[in-house]
């Protein structure tokens, strides 16, 4: 199976600074995805990039994408306290077959602080 | 897009007892993921129901211990039986639309 690994696993930076996160993963991929998680609650989807594509922006958001090397980066720019969550990133086969899965990796903890 | 729903949000359970959660979708979809997320930890897939047919669970899980139903397109049912303190975890019901994976806002179980 493929899975993305995020680093690093904790981050804390002042507001208003950058805060880059790193995921890597195993093989080749049809998409990769960046997700955020609010302490206890569900995923909310904030990006996604294709295998094709090398760099993709979402407001404060931008998202690369380095298939040679099998990562990808998520950078948030200007950062803000309700930026503090989990981030992880997940991945999906080049295949849809019936045992098609998407692997999450084991996210960054940001903390954003005042 | 795919808007869930999905409750309860938060219970404490006690241990041996079995706890069902509901995932309810605002769309007709083919499959629903469930997933497990213990403390500080990734999501782990536990199944993914299909309508019609018996889910498919994913290595570590039996149906004997999370038994799913989905007895049409909107709707799915994850029960935890047998509850021991191990079980403690957030639960999390997805749905895909297009490439895009969407999540309730998970159900966050306290075995005592």
């Known amino acids: 199976s493929q899975q993305g690994e995020e680093d690093p696993q904790a981050l804390s930076i002042q507001e208003g600074e950058n805060a880059t996160m790193n995921c890597s993963y195993k093989?080749?991929?049809?998409?990769l995805q960046w997700y955020r998680q609010n302490s206890g609650r569900g995923l909310v989807h904030l990006i996604l990039?294709?295998?094709?594509?090398r760099e993709k922006h979402s407001g404060r958001l931008r998202v690369t994408l380095d298939t040679s090397k099998k990562s990808s980066s998520l950078l948030i720019t200007a950062s803000r306290a309700a930026d503090t969550a989990s981030y992880f990133c997940?991945?999906?086969?080049?295949?849809?077959?019936?045992?098609?899965?998407?692997?999450f990796g084991k996210g960054t903890r940001l903390h954003i602080l005042p | 897009s795919a808007v869930i729903s999905q409750k309860p949000s938060r219970d404490i359970c006690q241990r041996g007892t079995s706890l069902t959660i509901q995932c309810q979708v605002d769309s007709q979809v083919t499959m629903m993921f469930w997933y497990r997320q213990q403390p500080g930890q990734s999501l782990t897939l536990i199944a993914t129901a299909n309508q019609g047919s018996e889910a498919t669970y994913e290595s570590g899980f039996v149906i004997d211990k999370f038994p799913i139903s989905r007895p049409n397109l909107t709707f799915s049912t994850l029960t935890v039986s047998n509850m021991s303190p191990e079980d403690s975890s957030i639960y999390l019901c997805s749905v895909t639309s297009g490439n895009t994976i969407y999540f309730g806002e998970g159900s966050w179980l306290t075995v005592v």
């Open positions: 093989t080749s991929i049809n998409n």
């Open positions: 990039i294709r295998s094709n594509e």
């Open positions: 997940a991945t999906d086969p080049p295949i849809m077959n019936r045992d098609d899965k998407i692997i």
